[in-house]
Structure formats: structure tokens, C-alpha cells
């Protein structure tokens, strides 16, 4: 069964501090991703990775990092939390070609609240 | 850029009765974007419900269907008979990109509720 493990599940972070959610994927995937989920927005691309040590911008990277030491592992860094990033926060992989093609596993979600 | 539009907020249906959750997309990158719908019970991460790539086919899941309609761009998720475990929020998603820049574009969500 393909895994897509995340965490923490939840936390809390103080405006300016440093955040780093951590993502592991027993799927084999190349592709990896993190969306953010806010209420009225839907789900919306952060950043994404299809190599090791390489990272891509999704559709609002403005005030994330992301990091991709290993296929396994991809991380978001919050350098200076502010409270507009209070959301859930989702990370997925994906394979490539054949059926595969597209099809994002997700994790569970980490519940982030900045105060 | 690309888009997807769907039936917003919630959704309440009684149990045993039939459901239709509207999707449409846009798109200026691919003439033929593969389509999904992704769904979310409490407490879980996505899971992936069903998935088309070819335009005029349908696909299926656990009693749901969504067919594949190029020309009014649309790709309507619907059930004959709600069951109260369907309460979920469901999305519609396109995919987009090749090569190296492959992502999913995701609607709003729609949260379906079931009454017993």
C-alpha cells in the first residue's frame, strides 16, 4: 500500500517564528507536493519537486521553502510564520507515465495555526 | 490559466437519494487534460475517487460515475443512491503540465452531507 506519512499532524506556531513540516513517501514516486488548504480557496500549490535536490514554485510560493534531501523526503519551511499561514497543509507524490500519470497520494494534513 | 469551477459549499441529500455535483473546467494549456475527483472523509488526506484522461469515457467508484464531456468542458460527479459513509467533501481536479512541471489544479470542494 503505497504511504504518504506527514508531520507533525498538528501545531502551533508563533508569528515570526520557524516552521518546518516534514513529509515522507514510501510510494517510490518521483513527484512530490505541498498544497495548502484554506476555507474558500480550495487546495493550492506551494511548491513541488520531481528530482532530489531540486525544487520547483507552485502557484503561491511567497514566504515557503521547500527542501528535497532524498526521493523519500520533502520538507516546507516557514522561515518567518505570519498568521495569514494558518491552514492545512498537504503533501503528496505522485508517479510517473503510464496510469499513474497525475494521480496524486496524499497524506493525512497538518493542521497549522500561527498566533 | 487553468481552472475548475464546482457546485460550492454544501450539499445536503437524504440518504438513498440521487446526487449531482457539478465540475467544469478551462484551460489554455492542454486540449485534453486528464480529470479526477478527489474525495476527503474527516480526519483523512485526499484519496483519489476516479479518474478519466480520455474525452467521452466515463469512470466509475464505489457507485459513483463521471463522464468526460469536451465540448461543454464539464465533468459532473454523480451518485444514484447517497449512503450516509458518502458525507465527504469532494473535489474535481485537472491535470496539467508535462515534462517536469506535472501538477493537479483543484476546484473549491464541496462538502456533501448525508441525512439519514
Known amino acids: 500500500e503505497a504511504a504518504v506519512t506527514q508531520s507533525p499532524r498538528s501545531k502551533v506556531a508563533v508569528t515570526g517564528g520557524k516552521v518546518t513540516l516534514s513529509c515522507h513517501q514510501t510510494n517510490n514516486h518521483d513527484y512530490m507536493y505541498w498544497y495548502r488548504q484554506d476555507t474558500g480557496h480550495g487546495l493550492r500549490l506551494i511548491h513541488y519537486?520531481?528530482?532530489?535536490?531540486?525544487?520547483e514554485k507552485g502557484d503561491i510560493p511567497d514566504g515557503y521553502k521547500a527542501s528535497r534531501p532524498s526521493q523519500e523526503n520533502f520538507s516546507l519551511i516557514l522561515e518567518l510564520a505570519s498568521l495569514s499561514q494558518t491552514a492545512v497543509y498537504f503533501c503528496?507524490?505522485?508517479?510517473?507515465?503510464?496510469?499513474?500519470?497525475?494521480?496524486?497520494?496524499f497524506g493525512a494534513g497538518t493542521r497549522l495555526s500561527v498566533l | 490559466g487553468d481552472s475548475v469551477t464546482q457546485t460550492e459549499g454544501q450539499v445536503t441529500v437524504s440518504e438513498s437519494k440521487s446526487l449531482i455535483i457539478n465540475c467544469t473546467y478551462s484551460t489554455t494549456s492542454i486540449a485534453y487534460p486528464n480529470l479526477f475527483w478527489y474525495v476527503r472523509y474527516p480526519g483523512e488526506g485526499l484519496q483519489l475517487l476516479l479518474k478519466v484522461i480520455t474525452a467521452g469515457q466515463k469512470g466509475s467508484s464505489r457507485g459513483f460515475e463521471a463522464t468526460y464531456n469536451k465540448e461543454t468542458t464539464s465533468f459532473h460527479l454523480q451518485k444514484a443512491s447517497v449512503q450516509e459513509s458518502d458525507s465527504a467533501v469532494y473535489y474535481c481536479a485537472l491535470g496539467e503540465g508535462t515534462g517536469n512541471t506535472r501538477k493537479l489544479i483543484f476546484g473549491l470542494g464541496t462538502t456533501l452531507q448525508v441525512q439519514p
Open positions: 503528496a507524490s505522485s508517479g510517473l507515465g503510464g496510469r499513474l500519470q497525475n494521480t496524486l497520494y
Open positions: 519537486s520531481y528530482v532530489a535536490d531540486s525544487t
